[in-house]
């Protein structure tokens, strides 16, 4: 077959056979797949196939294999970590680019979009004035950032970091509650994991600011060059927002760049009555957010907000190569005339990726199917769900609510007189609970106490799994006592 893929026309029947079996998983009425794993193991076990089988055998296999035993975090009742299926719009988007706009780059509809929706979701979040570039996820987001950072830092005592690497020992002040991709990056970014200084935080897990300028004025006087100051919107263990005036104030002041961890917390800025704890986002030099968390796209994408995107240009450049020589339009002259005249915006001398694929179509979907004001309301019912739990816990007798939410998380936990180690009841408790496939939390530790996390973020996520989730809990905390 020459015309590969699939001979014209096919691709329709193909894409619909996958769409129904995609319906049929929705429902959700399949046991977990673990259930059936000596199977589906063994009929994917095969050796290297020395003949192809064809494209139906494909789509065969992944409806009957594959989609058939998949994994639960789309599930309505998985609300574990901070991950959740992605929604119709992000599924549509991503096929229809996978297929007609394989890459960012050229002057194509998805290229125009890239940007459009980058310019969206600063409008939405609170950044207007910003810039950004996708990325992978809060990973790369918080890697992309931090080069920044660096670049500033570096360029200010007149050395190009990019180039030259780096000839000192830096610092970034980070709370001790932030995501570890911030020391992951330090390492990747030739700083070194140790560079990354955790600060104290309180017992709402918000950063200790009089230690923050402790620190710095420590560190001042041993000659150590400030990088950054990293502030969390929303902290991977509780949702905490940090004090976002205060910190920007003390980078200003110190001539520090001011980085935003946003990668769940930031869409939280759409709930009136939260966005007083974003207060002070304007100060940030770069902000990140991964919209495959809380605004429900596929795995695969992260943004990078930045004031000055030509600084991330300098950081990140891959300097010219002679196969592009020629072969775009340089002349400044002509006009364009085809798509291939220009690469357009340079998002892979942004960032550390050139081939990526068109991630912005998949947050101008979401954004032109439900707009603004689908996602307020959803993040409202999120953060609902949350305070709500909390009160059912706190009235409860056989529950205890360890702390107050700040977003879409509740953290709390079956208490009884009768249990010594409350600790391993609840590890024990949850472990039965996740097996029963209905309510599928995570658990964290608040202080030393053992937590039970649900974090809801899932655009399926609906209020009767609040009372839902507490009756299972009450039974089978009852049932092992
Ligand atoms: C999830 C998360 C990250 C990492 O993002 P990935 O998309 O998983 O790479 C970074 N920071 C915070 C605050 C997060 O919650």
């Not at 192809?52 to 789309?74: C, F, M, R, Y």
């Not at 605004?295 to 002679?322: C, H, M, N, W």
């Not at 550390?352 to 912005?360: D, K, Q, W």
């Not at 004001?373 to 816990?393: C, K, T, V, W």
């Amino acid at each position: 077959m020459s015309k590969d893929l699939a001979e014209t026309g096919r691709l329709q029947v193909l894409l619909s056979q996958l769409g129904g079996a995609l319906d049929g998983y929705l429902d959700f009425a399949h046991p977990d797949a673990f259930q059936s794993r000596d199977d589906w193991q063994a009929a994917l076990n095969r050796p290297l196939p020395e003949k192809g089988e064809g494209i139906d055998s494909v789509v065969k296999e992944l409806i009957d294999t594959l989609v058939a035993n998949a994994s639960a975090v789309p599930n309505p009742g998985f609300s574990g970590y901070i991950t959740t299926g992605g929604v119709t719009a992000s599924a549509l988007a991503t096929t229809a680019a996978s297929i007609s706009s394989p890459q960012r780059y050229m002057l194509t509809a998805f290229n125009y979009v890239e940007e459009l929706s980058l310019l969206w979701l600063a409008q939405m979040l609170g950044i207007p004035t910003l810039k950004g570039v996708y990325s992978s996820g809060g990973s790369v987001a918080n890697l992309v950032a931090l080069g920044g950072a660096r670049q500033q830092a570096f360029e200010a005592i007149g050395i190009d970091p990019a180039s030259e690497g780096i000839d000192r020992p830096v610092r970034i002040y980070a709370s001790d509650q932030c995501h570890h991709t911030i020391q992951r990056s330090a390492g990747v970014l030739g700083l070194g994991r140790r560079s990354v200084r955790a600060i104290p935080s309180d017992a709402n897990g918000c950063i200790r600011v009089d230690a923050l300028e402790q620190a710095i004025e420590e560190d001042r006087a041993q000659n150590l060059l400030p990088i950054a100051i990293v502030a969390n919107a929303g902290t991977t263990n509780t949702g905490a927002i940090d004090p976002l005036r205060a910190l920007g104030t003390i980078a200003q002041k110190n001539g520090i760049w001011f980085h935003i961890d946003g990668a769940y917390g930031l869409p939280g800025i759409l709930d009136p009555r939260k966005a007083p704890l974003y207060d002070g986002l304007e100060l940030a030099d770069s902000v990140i957010v991964d919209p495959h968390k809380w605004l429900g796209a596929s795995v695969g994408v992260a943004a990078t907000f930045v004031k000055d995107r030509d600084i991330l240009l300098r950081a990140f450049t891959q300097e010219p190569a002679d196969y592009l020589e020629g072969s775009v339009e340089t002349d400044e002259s002509e006009t364009y005339q085809h798509s291939l005249d220009d690469f357009g915006i340079p998002y892979y001398d942004y960032g550390v990726e050139l081939s990526a694929p068109c991630r912005g179509v998949v947050v101008w979907s979401m954004i032109k199917e439900i707009g603004e004001e689908g996602f307020r309301q959803r993040i409202m019912r999120h953060n609902d769900m949350a305070s709500s739990l909390a009160r059912i816990a706190q009235q409860h007798p056989q529950l205890e609510l360890l702390l107050e939410p700040t977003l879409s998380i509740c953290c709390f936990r079956f208490v009884d007189d009768r249990v010594d180690d409350l600790n391993a009841f609840n590890q024990k408790l949850l472990r039965h609970l996740v097996r029963e496939n209905n309510y599928m939390p995570t658990s964290t530790r608040i202080g030393d106490k053992l937590a039970i996390r649900p974090c809801y973020i899932g655009a399926r996520h609906e209020p009767e799994q609040v009372q839902g989730l507490i009756d299972e809990v009450i039974r089978i905390g009852n049932r092992l006592l």
